[in-house]
C-alpha cells in the first residue's frame, strides 16, 4: 500500500458548523501539517462548531491525536463545541481520556536571564548565602561536638572506625604516587637553580622542608577532598534523597551527630597519618632526583637532617587537622543540604569538592601568613 | 500498527528457570500471554514477581527456559533483533524510573527523539497528549521531585506510552498509592490499553486491581517455587484446587505468605 500524504481539509457550512476532513496517513515521518496552519484557518471562519470526520484517513498514531487534541482545546478556548465522527476505534475514546482534566497551568515564573548570573549583587548574594549556611553548620557541628564530649552524642564508634578504614588504608595507593611525585617535581625545581650556585647539595633542604611544611599536608588533602570529600557528599546526598535522614531525624537522632561527626572525626585521626606518610615518600622521591644528581644517600639523608626540625613537623600536622576538618564540613554540609534528585547529588558531590579546594588554599594561606608573623 | 504473526501468542514463556546464581527462585514456569490480555502475575512478597518481569524484559539473563514474544525467541535474538524488540515495549518501574534530572516533557522526548521520525514541534504536539492522556496536562515543565508519587507513577506511564507500544510491562503500578488513586490509575491503564489495542502485563498484589481488571493471570508460589496456578483471577478465587491460591485472592488470614529475602 502507498502511503497518501497527511493532510486536512476545512470545509464551512453555516447552520453545521466548519467540519475538518482528514485523510491520508497521520503517521510519523508524514510530517502532516501542524496545528497552527489550522488555528489560523479557523480563525478566518470563526465557526459556531467545529466537527473532525475521518471517513478518508487512512493510517494513523499519536501525531493525530495531538493534533485532535489542540483541536479540542481550541474550541474549549472558543467556547464552541467539538466532536469527532467516522474516526477510528479508539480515537474518540483516547481524546476523551486526554480531555478528561483540564490542563494545568504553571505559575508564572520570570525565568531570570543567564546576564542576571554575572550580576554583582548576585555573585555577593549567592557567596554571603554560602557563608552564612556554612557557618550554621559549623555552629551545629560544634554543639554535636561538645555533645560528644559529655558523652551525649548519638555517634557510633563502629562508624567511626569504619571511615576512618575507608579513609585511611584505600588512600594509600593514590597518596603513595602523588606523594613521591610532588617530592621529585620538588627536587628538580630546586636542583636546576642550586645547581647555578654549586649547591646541589641543599636540594634535600627545600625537600624536607617543602614536604614537610606545605607539600604532603596540601596534596593529601587535596587528593582527600576529591576522594573522600566527595564521597561524604554523595553518600549523605543519596541518603537525604531516599528519606534516610527524615528517618533519622524522626527517630530523635541529630544526623549532624549520627552523620558527620564519625565522618568528620575519622578524617581529623587519619589525615595527619597520612600526612606523615606523605612526607616520607616524597622525602623519598626528592631523594631519588638528588641520587640523579651525584648527591649520595647518606649526604642527602645528613642535609636533610639539618634541615629537620620539630617545628616544620608541628605545622604540616597542624595544617593536617584544619584541613581536615574543613574537607569534612564541605563535604557533609555539601550532602546534607543536598536537594533530592540524582541532579543534585552530583552538584553536591561537586559542590564539596569545590568549595573544600577553596578552603584548603585560603587556609593554607592564611596559616602561613600567621605563622611568618609569630617568626616560626 | 500492523502486527506479523497474528495468530501466536503475544508473549510465550516456556519452561523458564529464574535463579540468583545457585539460588533457585522459581522453576518449570510456562504459560502464554494472548494479544490484549490484561495478564497479572501475582503471589506473596518475595516469590520472585519482579524477577519474572525482570526476566522477561531482558534485564537479567535467564539461567534456562526460553521467552518468545510472537513467535520469536528474544533470548537467541540479536542485539539489534531485541532492541527492535524492546521499542514494542512500555514499560514503567516500581519505583517510577523517572529521570529525575531532567523535566517530565524531556522524559517523554527522549524516547521520541531516539526512536520515531517525527519532527521537534510535532514531539512537542506528542508530548502535550501523552501528559493529557494521563491526566497531566500542563506539567511539562516541572520536574519528578515537584509532583506527587501518584503524579511521578501517572508520568512514567505517559513515558511509557510515549512510542505507542504493544505491550505494556508494569512493576508494581499501585504501590504506595492511595486506593482511590490506584482505581483511577487501573481505569486510566484499562482505557488507555483498550483504545491503542496493547497487551498489558502487570506485577501486583494489589487485589481489588487484579479482580478490577486482570483477565489472565499466573499464581507464582514460594514454598514449592513454581506456577501452582494459571487462569483468570476471579475463575482462581472461586475455583482453584490449590488452598493457598484462594486464601490469596480472598485474602485469608491462613494464607501463607512467607517472606524470603
Redesign the interface.
Known amino acids: 500500500m502507498t502511503t497518501q500524504p497527511p493532510t486536512y481539509q476545512l470545509l464551512n457550512q453555516q447552520q453545521e458548523g466548519a467540519t475538518l476532513v482528514f485523510s491520508g496517513d497521520w503517521i510519523?515521518?508524514q510530517?502532516p501539517p501542524?496545528?497552527v496552519a489550522a488555528q489560523a484557518d479557523l480563525g478566518g471562519v470563526h465557526p459556531t462548531r467545529l466537527i473532525a470526520d475521518g471517513a478518508s484517513l487512512s493510517k494513523w498514531?499519536?501525531?493525530l491525536?495531538?493534533?485532535l487534541?489542540?483541536c479540542h482545546d481550541y474550541c474549549k478556548v472558543e467556547n464552541i463545541p467539538f466532536n469527532v465522527r467516522n474516526m477510528p476505534?479508539?480515537?474518540e475514546?483516547?481524546l476523551a481520556?486526554?480531555?478528561?482534566?483540564?490542563?494545568?497551568?504553571?505559575a508564572a515564573e520570570s525565568t531570570p536571564s543567564w546576564l542576571s548570573s554575572l550580576d554583582p549583587r548576585h555573585l555577593l548574594r549567592e557567596v554571603a548565602d554560602h557563608f552564612r549556611e556554612s557557618l550554621a553548620f559549623s555552629g551545629e557541628v560544634t554543639i554535636a561536638l561538645a555533645r560528644l564530649a559529655r558523652g551525649k552524642a548519638n555517634t557510633r564508634f563502629r562508624d567511626f572506625r569504619d571511615f576512618c578504614f575507608q579513609a585511611g588504608p584505600h588512600a594509600f595507593g593514590i597518596i603513595s604516587l602523588t606523594s613521591v611525585l610532588v617530592g621529585m617535581i620538588l627536587g628538580y625545581l630546586g636542583a636546576v637553580q642550586l645547581k647555578q650556585f654549586g649547591a646541589e647539595v641543599y636540594v634535600a633542604n627545600l625537600v624536607v622542608i617543602g614536604m614537610l611544611r606545605e607539600m604532603g599536608v596540601l596534596m593529601t588533602a587535596v587528593v582527600m577532598a576529591g576522594r573522600t570529600g566527595a564521597a561524604y557528599a554523595a553518600q549523605l546526598g543519596t541518603m537525604q534523597t531516599n528519606e534516610e535522614i527524615d528517618a533519622i531525624t524522626t527517630m530523635g537522632i541529630s544526623p549532624v551527630e549520627f552523620l558527620v561527626l564519625p565522618r568528620m572525626l575519622a578524617l581529623i585521626v587519619i589525615m595527619p597519618l597520612l600526612t606523615i606518610y606523605a612526607d616520607l615518600l616524597g622525602i623519598v622521591g626528592g631523594g631519588i632526583v638528588a641520587g640523579g644528581m651525584g648527591i649520595t644517600p647518606v649526604q642527602y639523608i645528613i642535609q636533610g637532617q639539618t634541615a629537620l626540625s620539630f617545628t616544620h613537623v608541628a605545622v604540616g600536622l597542624l595544617k593536617a587537622l584544619v584541613f581536615a576538618t574543613l574537607i569534612a564540613i564541605a563535604g557533609c554540609r555539601a550532602g546534607i543540604n543536598s536537594?533530592?534528585?540524582?541532579?543534585a547529588v552530583g552538584q553536591a558531590a561537586t559542590n564539596a569538592v569545590v568549595t573544600a579546594i577553596v578552603y584548603l588554599i585560603v587556609a593554607d594561606a592564611a596559616i602561613n601568613i600567621l605563622f611568618q608573623q609569630l617568626h616560626l | 500498527m500492523t502486527d506479523t504473526n497474528t495468530d501466536k501468542p503475544e508473549i510465550e514463556v516456556r519452561d523458564v528457570t529464574l535463579a540468583y546464581g545457585e539460588s533457585v527462585i522459581q522453576s518449570n514456569l510456562s504459560f502464554n500471554i494472548n494479544r490484549g490480555d490484561i495478564f497479572v502475575i501475582m503471589g506473596g512478597s518475595g516469590c520472585g514477581k519482579s524477577t519474572l518481569l525482570k526476566h522477561m524484559l531482558g534485564l537479567i539473563p535467564l539461567s534456562s527456559g526460553d521467552i518468545l514474544y510472537s513467535g520469536t525467541s528474544f533470548i537467541r535474538a540479536s542485539e539489534q533483533q531485541q532492541g527492535a524488540m524492546r521499542q514494542r515495549w512500555g514499560i514503567t518501574y516500581q519505583s517510577g524510573g523517572l529521570f529525575s534530572a531532567m523535566t517530565l516533557a524531556e522524559n517523554i522526548t527522549l524516547p521520541l527523539e531516539l526512536y520515531t521520525r517525527y519532527t521537534a514541534a510535532e514531539i512537542a504536539d506528542i508530548v502535550a497528549y501523552k501528559l493529557a492522556l494521563v491526566g497531566l496536562a500542563g506539567y511539562q515543565s516541572y520536574y519528578p521531585s515537584e509532583i506527587s508519587g501518584g503524579m511521578q507513577k501517572r508520568a512514567a506511564l505517559a513515558r511509557a506510552i510515549a512510542l505507542d507500544p504493544e505491550i505494556l510491562f508494569f512493576d508494581e503500578p499501585s504501590a504506595g498509592l492511595d486506593p482511590i488513586s490506584s482505581r483511577l490509575l487501573d481505569e486510566l491503564i484499562v482505557q488507555i490499553k483498550e483504545s491503542m489495542g496493547a497487551t498489558v502485563v502487570m506485577v501486583t498484589h494489589e487485589l481489588p486491581s487484579i479482580f478490577a481488571i486482570a483477565n489472565n493471570s499466573v499464581y507464582l508460589d514460594n514454598i514449592s517455587r513454581t506456577m501452582i496456578a494459571y487462569g483468570n483471577p476471579k475463575d482462581l478465587r472461586e475455583h482453584s484446587d490449590q488452598a493457598v491460591v484462594r486464601q490469596f485472592l480472598t485474602r485469608s488470614a491462613a494464607a501463607v505468605i512467607e517472606d524470603k529475602p
Open positions: 510519523q515521518g510530517h501542524g496545528f498514531d499519536s501525531v491525536m495531538a493534533f487534541l489542540q476505534n479508539g480515537i475514546q483516547l481520556v486526554a480531555s478528561a482534566v483540564d490542563a494545568h497551568q504553571p536537594g533530592r534528585s540524582s541532579a
